[in-house]
C-alpha cells in the first residue's frame, strides 16, 4: 500500500501558485519524498524529490516540514499544461538498482484559466 | 536523445489470445521496469530487470504473464492467455544503473490493452 495521503483533487488559476499537500507520517529515516505527474495520456514524469532539505528545480519546489511526516509540492506559476495528476511517493533510495515505485491515487490538479 | 518507447500504443484483443508489449528504454540505461495501471486503480508494479536479469518480478499477477529481456536491451511482456482483467495501460520505465542523484525513472507514454 501507498505510505502517502493526498487530496484526491484541487483547483488552481492560472498564474498562480499550486500547492499540492503530502502527508506521509509513517516515513522511515532513510526514505525520500518523491513527486510524480501524469499528463493525460502520457506516461508519469519525474518532478523533484527531497530527503530533509527543501528543495527547487526548473520545475517546482519541494518544501518538507521539519519532522518530515508531510511536504508540500510547490508549481510557482501554474499553466493549463500543468494540469495532470500529481503523486508523492516515498521510498529508500539506496545503493542498490530496486527502483520500485509504491503509487497512490494522487491528487488531480486542474490548472483553470 | 529518445525516450522510452512503447509498441503498441494501443492493442485490442478477445479473451484468451495473446498479446505482446514492447519497450525499449533508453539507451545505457541498465534498469528496466514494467508497471500497470487498471482503470480506477493505482499504478502497479511488475517487475524490475537489470541488464537482462529479473531483479524483481513480485508484480507480476500470475504465470499468464512472461517478460523477457534478452541481450539486456530491449523488453517484451507476453501476456498468453490474456483475461478480461488484464485490460489496463502498461507503462515501461528505464533508469540508469548508478552514478545518479536523482533516482528519476524515466516512462514510456504507455501500451494500452484492451481485453474483449
Known amino acids: 500500500d501507498a505510505k502517502t495521503t493526498q487530496p484526491p483533487s484541487m483547483d488552481c488559476a492560472e498564474g498562480r501558485a499550486a500547492n499540492l499537500p503530502c502527508n506521509h507520517s509513517?516515513?522511515?529515516?532513510?526514505?525520500?519524498v518523491y513527486w510524480y505527474r501524469q499528463i493525460h495520456s502520457q506516461g508519469p514524469q519525474y518532478i523533484i524529490h527531497g530527503l530533509k532539505n527543501n528543495e527547487t528545480n526548473e520545475m517546482a519546489s519541494l518544501i518538507i516540514t521539519e519532522d518530515r511526516k508531510s511536504s508540500t509540492l510547490i508549481l510557482p506559476h501554474a499553466t493549463l499544461r500543468d494540469t495532470a495528476v500529481y503523486y508523492c511517493i516515498v521510498r529508500t533510495f539506496n545503493a542498490g538498482n530496486n527502483r520500485k515505485l509504491i503509487w497512490g491515487l494522487g491528487t488531480s490538479l486542474a490548472v483553470n484559466p | 536523445e529518445a525516450g522510452v518507447t512503447q509498441f503498441p500504443s494501443h492493442s485490442v484483443i478477445e479473451k484468451g489470445q495473446t498479446v505482446t508489449l514492447r519497450c525499449d528504454p533508453i539507451?545505457?540505461?541498465?534498469?528496466l521496469y514494467w508497471y500497470r495501471r487498471v482503470m480506477g486503480k493505482e499504478i502497479k508494479f511488475l517487475l524490475h530487470?537489470?541488464?537482462?536479469?529479473?531483479?524483481?518480478e513480485s508484480g507480476m499477477p500470475n504465470n499468464r504473464f512472461l517478460a523477457e529481456r534478452t541481450g539486456g536491451t530491449y523488453s517484451t511482456l507476453k501476456v498468453q492467455p490474456a483475461e478480461l482483467e488484464d485490460s489496463g495501460v502498461y507503462f515501461c520505465?528505464?533508469?540508469?544503473?548508478?552514478?545518479?542523484?536523482?533516482?528519476?525513472?524515466?516512462f514510456g507514454e504507455g501500451s494500452r490493452l484492451t481485453v474483449l
Open positions: 530487470f537489470v541488464k537482462e536479469s529479473k531483479q524483481d
Open positions: 520505465a528505464s533508469s540508469q544503473l548508478t552514478g545518479t542523484r536523482t533516482g528519476e525513472l524515466f
Open positions: 539507451s545505457g540505461h541498465d534498469n
Open positions: 509513517t516515513i522511515s529515516g532513510n526514505e525520500y
